[in-house]
């Protein structure tokens, strides 16, 4: 079945340090992912989001570029703040339906 | 405009009874998700609400069902209690069923003793 892969954390990063997480998917068809944000004792909410092969999705210094030939969809920040901390998942949507399927997330540490 | 509203936010049950959780999504969508979240097994879906009709479901056993209103709330329940259901239960709408993106609520946190 669809499947996606990130790297395991936590990653501890200092201030303005660059900032690369990996995801990889499988799926059978051709996926919209996204990147997602949990921070403590919230709900998940959208970072970026790319629909077609070579997109690349930005929000808040936040980029990702949909990669078909590698399947993946790093997510990567040039310079972090504490305020970034927080818990991101890689997740994919088949064309049909909103059904997202999850990556096991990555906790993110920025120390000041 | 108001976002995605789950309620309760904390419950706490005992094994062997049964639980209903709410969800309001945003006004004029009409798709409602939900997804179970534990430290154990992640983000996983339970199941996709549209026009009242479910879409889609999880892999999940039988104990769990939902359904959703003509206002397009949602409810799910799960009825004879296990500790392992105890979970963050998010709830994700969405305009419509074309893979449009999802808001989240806030969670309901459900402990089973």
């Known amino acids: 079945g669809d499947s996606v892969t990130q790297m395991e954390g936590p990653v501890t990063l200092s201030e303005e340090a660059f900032l690369t997480i990996n995801c990889t998917y499988t799926?059978?068809?051709?996926?919209?992912l996204f990147w997602y944000v949990q921070y403590p004792g919230e709900g998940l909410q959208l970072l970026l989001k790319a629909t077609k092969a070579d997109d690349k999705g930005s929000n808040k210094g936040f980029e990702a570029t949909y990669r078909k030939e590698t399947t993946s969809f790093h997510l990567e920040k040039g310079s972090v703040q504490v305020s970034d901390s927080a818990v991101y998942f890689c997740?994919?949507?088949?064309?049909?339906?909103?059904?997202?399927?999850f990556g096991a997330g990555t906790i993110l540490r920025v120390k000041s | 405009k108001a976002g995605v509203t789950q309620t309760p936010r904390y419950l706490i049950k005992t094994r062997g009874q049964q639980v209903t959780l709410s969800c309001s999504p945003i006004?004029?969508?009409?798709?409602v998700s939900w997804y179970q979240q534990t430290p154990g097994q992640g983000l996983q879906f339970l199941f996709e609400y549209f026009s009242e009709t479910q879409r889609n479901k999880g892999n999940f056993p039988g104990r769990f069902s939902g359904r959703q209103f003509s206002n397009s709330r949602s409810e799910m329940n799960v009825s004879t209690l296990e500790l392992g259901d105890s979970a963050l239960y998010l709830c994700?709408?969405?305009?419509?069923?074309?893979?449009?993106?999802?808001?989240f609520g806030q969670g309901t946190r459900l402990t089973v003793v």
């Open positions: 997740a994919l949507s088949m064309e049909y339906g909103n059904k997202l399927v």
């Open positions: 006004s004029g969508h009409r798709s």
């Open positions: 799926a059978t068809g051709y996926p919209s």
């Open positions: 994700a709408s969405s305009l419509t069923l074309m893979n449009t993106e999802a808001f």
